[in-house]
């Protein structure tokens, strides 16, 4: 990410006044460059970080990305002048496309740990941010997609859309971190046939479930969220912040007991053959999805 802090001078004023939307008539800072796979925009009026993931072809998560999200995340946690954060995406109808199964297969073993560890720390830093975390699911949402969307406070998400924790289509098992999230969100039973089916629900399915909260048309999935930020901004920080601690507290500690465990256990469980020709053969099947 290139990052250099554009405070609100008359550039950015300018082009606030040339996009004629209430997210951009107030000034804000820009915290990345162009050509960043992250575009991070802190509006100082309002309080709020809108982070956009910009990797084409599908906001796949790998190693360098992921520490690129964790420096953003990093950055609005220690910004003073932001309250809340919203996730959402630049890439037409994808959100994320979960973890970028070329990481996994045929990996190089210390690079292999190093993404597992970096996807673990923005999980922690995710899940536990102080500020209100909002996803502005945009598009498709597929497994570690899926993980970061459940890990904001509230999830709003445009129609005809897949969101789900589907690696046993892939032949392998969510984690059980990826599974203790789903269970705080939507319950034992919802996960339980979820996982094991590896089921990507349609958006409305989604919120039948509980896996969202609101379905709102795709143009107007950012403007809801920053909107229903406000509802969250009326409640005493400290208030909302403790409660939401004392709630996920549990699950981020039973993750940092286990960390170099769940390594481990991640390293030897991918580089199986089997797991390996899985992941190939699935790879495989994206690529020829076109043909
Ligand atoms: C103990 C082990 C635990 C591991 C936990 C794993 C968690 C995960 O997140 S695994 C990843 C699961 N993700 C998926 O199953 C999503 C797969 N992708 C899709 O379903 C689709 O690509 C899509 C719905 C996200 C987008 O569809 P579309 O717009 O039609 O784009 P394409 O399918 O044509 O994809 C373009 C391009 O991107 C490659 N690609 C897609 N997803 C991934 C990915 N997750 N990782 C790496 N690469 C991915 C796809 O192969 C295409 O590549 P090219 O053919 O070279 O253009």
Redesign the pocket.
């Known amino acids: 990410m290139r990052i250099g802090i554009v405070t609100s001078g008359l550039g950015i004023a300018r082009q606030c006044l040339r996009k004629n939307t209430s997210v951009y008539r107030t000034c804000r800072r820009q915290v990345t460059g162009s050509g960043s796979p992250l575009d991070l925009n802190v509006d100082s009026k309002t309080g709020i970080a809108v982070l956009s993931m910009n990797k084409p072809?599908?906001n796949?998560?790998n190693l360098e990305f992921l520490t690129e999200l964790n420096i953003a995340l990093e950055k609005v946690e220690n910004d003073k002048q932001c309250k809340g954060l919203i996730i959402t995406s630049s890439i037409p109808?994808?959100f994320s496309?979960?973890?970028?199964?070329?990481e996994?297969y045929q990996p190089d073993i210390d690079r292999l740990e190093e993404f597992w560890r970096t996807l673990q720390d923005m999980w922690i830093k995710l899940y536990g941010m102080n500020c209100v975390t909002i996803a502005a699911i945009n598009g498709?949402s597929?497994?570690?997609?899926c993980l970061m969307s459940m890990s904001c406070d509230y999830r709003i998400m445009a129609p005809n859309y897949t969101i789900g924790l589907?690696?046993t289509?892939?032949g392998?098992?969510?984690?059980f971190w990826?599974a203790d999230v789903m269970l705080n969100t939507v319950g034992f039973r919802q996960t339980e046939m979820a996982l094991q089916l590896g089921t990507l629900f349609k958006t409305e399915e989604a919120l039948n479930i509980g896996l969202i909260d609101k379905v709102v048309p795709q143009e107007e999935v950012l403007s809801a969220a920053q909107q229903e930020m406000q509802r969250w901004f009326k409640i005493p920080g400290f208030a909302r912040q403790l409660s939401k601690t004392e709630l996920r507290r549990p699950t981020i500690e039973k993750l940092l007991k286990k960390k170099e465990e769940d390594i481990g256990y991640?390293r030897d469980?991918?580089t199986k053959d089997a797991i390996q020709k899985s992941l190939g053969m699935?790879?495989e099947s994206?690529?020829n999805?076109?043909k």
């Open positions: 072809p599908v796949s998560l109808k994808i496309a979960g973890l970028d199964i070329t996994m498709h597929p497994a570690g997609g589907n690696e289509q892939l392998i098992v969510a984690p990826f991640f469980y991918i699935y790879l994206l690529k999805r076109r």
